[in-house]
Each structure stands twice: as structure tokens, then as C-alpha cells.
């Protein structure tokens, strides 16, 4: 009894050792210093954590986001993907049940001058495959693995559609605040030509001057003009992602957003878990593991079971009534013995397979943490430029105002007037820009970091 036991033991290492029946073990480490340098870890909070109710809290974004979430085209074909991989996997644990097949078949036999002679048969066959060197085991957990990465790459497309929605929306409402700053601009450009022409009336002005007015003001207009037009190809492309047709959307005001004053991007180790797209490679890994496990696998034997049972009225040639019951039992083995090398090239592929998944595994990592670093980078520059460019409007606003009581007086050139307009729009639109910076790299961050799959 003890030296059957060691024989089994020694029997499960030695399957083991070949790759049969060993597990994926999930990877539990990250490069050193992912987010860089310059990022300090401090606890494990994270943003990308925070509902993204919590975290939009503008009603018309959320509307938005609760529209696309419902309607949204590639949501619907991630799930419909779930669910083919969840068919897969079905059939993956089903393949250890036996199979049952009915073939029913009847005849009819006549010699001439005798009464014809009715047979039929009602077989029902069974054929079942031991699972003993792990291929059906293997298979099945390469399936489950790929009902998991379906569910991954569902929260993937979650996640991308909801900083989509966010980014095409404050990209709308820096085009409004754009477009308002513009329009302000063209009446004061309308007035400043009326008033140059006054001056230009009472022999305070040259023609030159009032042209080149004339010619500015024509300039902000087509300027406001082509806002229009981005705007409307904003709330299409805005449209698009809700799968509506082109319509107007309702929306808020760039001043006044809010969001989360504390930002925490987590430890490093938690991109593993909290990152769709990094689980995704992860499972693709895992997915190679176990098609090299079954690349060994098909070195060793396939054990079936068959049998078959019915009721035939027919047996050995005699005609029988009523029928009888007839079974049968078989057990074959494969054992393959030489096929041209395939064998050992398909394992060589699946090995080769598996180092390229753990190699874009770890490409997808330092994409994740680059991504981090970026956002976190772009968000700091655009908050310490927020300062200098409210200090830049308000000096040029000055300026302008000045020039223009210069110009009245007859003490400056309509030149100098020009400029400092010109730059103080220029100003003001960079201002708008980086404010809507400024939320698009929170909104980079907040996916960079996993946030949104969760719904």
C-alpha cells in the first residue's frame, strides 16, 4: 500500500515537472520608481478609486456619461464579447462530461416469395476522455482565463468611454468660453473702428489707420466664426459617443468646475490590479501559460472510454420479436509516437508565445506608468501657470486700456493699439486653453489610474 502511494507521488512530480498540471502564478512586482523620480508615494489612496460620480460632479457631464454607459456602440459589443467568452468557457467544462450520441436505423429485407423481414436498430453511444495528463484541464482554465479578460477589456472600454465623454465635454466648454472672449473682442474691435474713424473725421487719423482697424476687426470675426464651426464638430464628434445623431448639447460653464483637491496616485503595485489594460496583458500571459501546458500535454497519451447500448431486434442474424438489449465497452489508447515534429514545434511556439505575452505584459506596465507620470506632470505645469496667466490678462488689459486713451489724445499710434489687443486676446484664449488643460490632465490621471471602469 505505501509503495503504491510513493509510485502515485512520484508520478504527480513528474507530471508536474513537465508543465501538465502546474498554475499560472500572477505576477507581484512592478519596476522601481513607475511613475518616476520625481513622484512620491505616500499611502495607498488612490483617485482612480473614486466613483466617477464622485469624481464628475457636473450634472450635465454625469447625464452625459449615464447616456453613452447605455447607449455607447462598443459597450454593447464588449458585452456581447462577455458573453462569447463565457459560451467558450462553458464549453471548456463541459468537455470532461462524456458524450451521448442516438443513431437509429431500420431496414427492410425481401426475398421473392417469402414474407419481408422489418430489422431496426436503437444504439446509443457514449465516448468518454480521461482527463489524465491535464489537456481538458488546461484547456479549460486558458478558457476561463479568456472570460476574465473579456470582463477586463469590458471595464477598459468603460473607462475610456467615460474620460472620452469628459474630455470632448470640457473641450466644448473651453470652445464656449473661447468663442465668448472672441466675440467681446469684435465689438470692442467695432467700437475702436468707429472711434478711429471719428478721429480719422476730425484730422486726428490717417486712412492707413482706420483700414488696418477695419481689417482686424475682419479677422476676429472669421475667428468667431471658425469657434462656430469647431463647436459644432465638437458636439458631433460629443454625439458620436452617445450613438445619437448631431444635435445640440446641453452643458455648463468652464468657471466654476470642481474637483478633488487631494491627489493621491497609489502605490505603484496597485496598477496590477486597478489598471483594465494591465490586467488584460496580464491574462493574455496567463492565457500563453496554459497553451504551453497543453503543448505538453499532447506529448502524452489520450485515454477514451466507448460504449455503446440499444435495442435491436436483430442479432446474429436471426429475427427476433421483441427486440433485445445489446451493449458493448471499449478503452483505447493514443500514444503518439512520431508526427514530422509537430509536436515540438508547437511547443517551441507556445514557449516562444508565452515570452512575447510576458514581454508586452511589461511593456504595458511602463506605458501605465508613463501615462501617470505624464498626466500628474501636465497637471502640475498647468495649475503653477494659473497664476501667471490671470497676472499676464489683468497687465495686458491695462495696457490696452491705456493705448487706447493714448491714441485718443493723439499721443500713440493706432500700431501700439493693435498690439496690445492683439496680445491680450492671444492671452485670454491661452488662458481658457490651460484651464481646460489643467482638467484634461486630472481626467488623463483619473483614467491612467483605473478610474472608471466601475459602474
Known sequence: MNTSKIIACGATLLLSSCGIYTSYEPQ???????YGEEVTVSDTASIGNIHWRDFFTDPYLQDLIEKGLAQNTDVQTASLRVEEAKASLLSAKLAFLPSFALSPQGGINAVEGSKASHTYTLPVTASWELDIF?????????????YLQSEDYKQAVYSSLIANIANTYYT?????EQLEISRQTADTWKETVESTQALMDAGQADEAAVSQMRATYYEVENSVMDLEEQINQVENSLSLLLAETPHKIARGKLSGQEFTSRLSVGVPLQMLSNRPDVRMAERDLEQAFYVTNQANSAFYPSITLSGSAGWTNSVGGLITNPGKFVTSALASLTRPLFNRGTLIARRRIAKAQQEEALLAFEQKLLDAGTEVNEA?????????KKDNYENQVAALEKAFTSTSLLMQHGNTTYLEVL???QTLLNAQLSQTANCFKEIQ????LYQALGGGQHI
Open 172 to 176: 466644448l466648454l473651453m470652445l464656449d
Open 419 to 421: 498690439t496690445a489687443r
Open 134 to 146: 491535464g489537456k481538458l484541464r488546461n484547456a479549460k482554465r486558458q478558457a476561463k482565463a479568456a
Open 28 to 34: 507581484t512586482s512592478v519596476p522601481e520608481n513607475l
Open 376 to 384: 500628474l506632470v501636465s497637471y502640475q505645469i498647468s495649475k503653477r
Open 441 to 444: 490632465s486630472l481626467i488623463n
